[in-house]
């Protein structure tokens, strides 16, 4: 059966996504500081950059890392996330995910803007563009998962719309233990949650904390 | 050397202290959530209860709950944590916590009120009542403690003061895996504190993840 996954990142504070971008530094500090023991995982270094040498870590941060691509049939996605508002005028801009996009599914994205046709990619990745509710995109996406599950990818406001309308069966936060003080917040509006699903945390060699919410 | 430590209680959303009491209620409902893994152990029965039968949990939750009472030589509060705000015009008012308050030792209480005499109470414990900076009444009990730790009790506000002066050496946070979305907030204004504090984190079995910086 089809479950409704999410991973993110968050901060012992709660921040999940940052907000310290510059035009010097267009990813800020932040996000690096958030995602460093994710982007030292084995999985990380095959799966995003490219390198087979085998290097990189296997603990229980990578077991998290490979879980994330694995059973997947269809994502969702916010329009930002897609890099929609990044080049809005420009009908021909494929978003930020490069020519072979990670995902190799049908992809949802979300958005108010005005009706787009498919935009198919290389390796199985075809961008959908829907102004639509949560519950009838992930209708849609789980006819097109096929069995398989639906990944709501981010960002956090779309996530955070999934989780207050009770569509989200599994929420695995990799949680580092820093604190930000700035960025987006992720638990807001989200009280009783552990009420609907039961939580279980483990504590990873880097001590990234992770959190996860199923039922 | 005397360190100065602070144990806490926080959900995962990172509120410390709980803002749903009523008149019928004066405790609320999310403190007891808060508090339920430390209610549940053999220590919290013994110390707080007076139960020796024995009963409670004695995993890691009790570990901490018992290292809690160990090693303290003087105490500091703020005047809420006492109760010198809820009958501030009796004179006779001697604070919550009954005739034989539970620290043993010196308390130093934050207040910005009138000054009080000294309160000897049974069992060691004397409220002292001062006026002055978080440096100052640390430099005071530290030399009351007389080698032994100083604990910072509470409530939030007082922590978060004596923290964000970097007054403080270790901080344990008994994190409840539950999402609160009310409360005071722990940890706002104190981004980096794992730049001078080294973070180490577990799970108990009940689900509780605790978080402790040290320096």
Known sequence: MTRVRIDLFASLDGYASTTDATDENPMGEDWGRLTSAYAATRTFRQRVLGDTSGAGTTGLDDQHAAAHFEGIGAEIMGAAMFGLHSFPDDPDWKGWWGDEPPFGTPVYVLTHTAPRDPIPMQGGTTFHFRSTTPADVLAEATGAAGGLDVRVGGGVST????????????????????????????WDDLRGLELTHTVHSEVADSGTIHVTFSR
């Open 159 to 186: 996530v955070r719309d999934f989780l207050r309308a009770g569509l989200v069966d599994e929420l695995h936060v990799m949680t580092a233990p820093i604190v930000l003080g700035r960025g987006t917040r992720l």
